[in-house]
T-cell receptor, first 113, second 111 residues
Framework: EADIYQTPRYLVIGTGKKITLECSQT?????MYWYQQDPGMELHLIHY???????EKGDLSSESTVSRIRTEHFPLTLESARPSHTSQYLC????????????FGQGTRLTVV | AQSVTQLGSHVSVSEGALVLLRCNYS??????LFWYVQYPNQGLQLLLK??????LVKGINGFEAEFKKSETSFHLTKPSAHMSDAAEYFC?????????FGPGTRLSVLP
């Protein structure tokens, strides 16, 4: 069983609010990722990190920001939420071992009203 | 660069029928290949993975996939569909450093 956790699972918030989506893993993985996924659609990589103090933007441009101060923690922040940010956000982690799969959290479904 | 294509964004089968979900990949190095399943409002769960051992890989819930290098394919099959198999399925390829996911195939199982 994967030990990667996302909180909250569901969040409904008003436009203009600042929000932080939490992602934590207890497996000691260096590589962590954030994906954005609309219902029934493909995953879009928005941020990734290869270790502490390392963050990069993914393929899909996003107004969110991330930080990686500790190996186990990779939070995603939206400074001012908008309805266009409504989506599901999935966090994943991968160890450096080459043939290992990605482990996913349960996701956070964000609705901005 | 790696890429993954999944033929058919939506596949419907009858309960008890064969399930075949297609995945083709491109990779400049020997790939690691994965199939994930996603149920509504959930994260992705690993079904099976190919890591250069046996070309026929068995996974959870009766699914299996065969790696065919000549066809650059990694199709997912299950002999007999069950209602609980209805979900979104994602194929992914890794070169050991980066993961690339396909666009997904939604499987519907009809009674």
């Amino acid at each position: 069983e994967a030990d990667i956790y996302q909180t909250p699972r569901y969040l409904v918030i008003g436009t203009g609010k600042k929000i932080t989506l939490e992602c934590s893993q207890t497996m000691g993985h260096d590589k962590m990722y954030w994906y954005q996924q609309d219902p029934g659609m493909e995953l879009h990589l928005i941020h990734y990190s290869y270790g502490v103090n390392s963050t990069e933007k993914g393929d899909l441009s996003s107004e969110s920001t991330v930080s990686r101060i500790r190996t186990e923690h990779f939070p995603l922040t939206l400074e001012s939420a908008r309805p266009s940010h409504t989506s599901q956000y999935l966090c994943a982690s991968i160890p450096w071992t080459e043939n290992t799969e990605a482990f996913f959290g349960q996701g956070t479904r964000l609705t901005v009203v | 660069a790696q890429s993954v294509t999944q033929l058919g964004s939506h596949v419907s089968v009858s309960e008890g029928a064969l399930v075949l979900l297609r995945c083709n990949y491109s990779s400049s190095v020997p790939p690691y290949l994965f199939w994930y399943v996603q149920y509504p409002n959930q994260g992705l769960q690993l079904l099976l993975k190919y890591t250069s051992a046996a070309t026929l890989v068995k996974g959870i819930n009766g699914f299996e996939a065969e790696f065919k290098k000549s066809e650059t394919s990694f199709h997912l099959t299950k002999p007999s569909a069950h209602m609980s198999d209805a979900a979104e399925y994602f194929c992914a390829v890794s070169d050991g450093q980066n993961f690339v996911f396909g666009p997904g195939t939604r499987l519907s199982v009809l009674p």
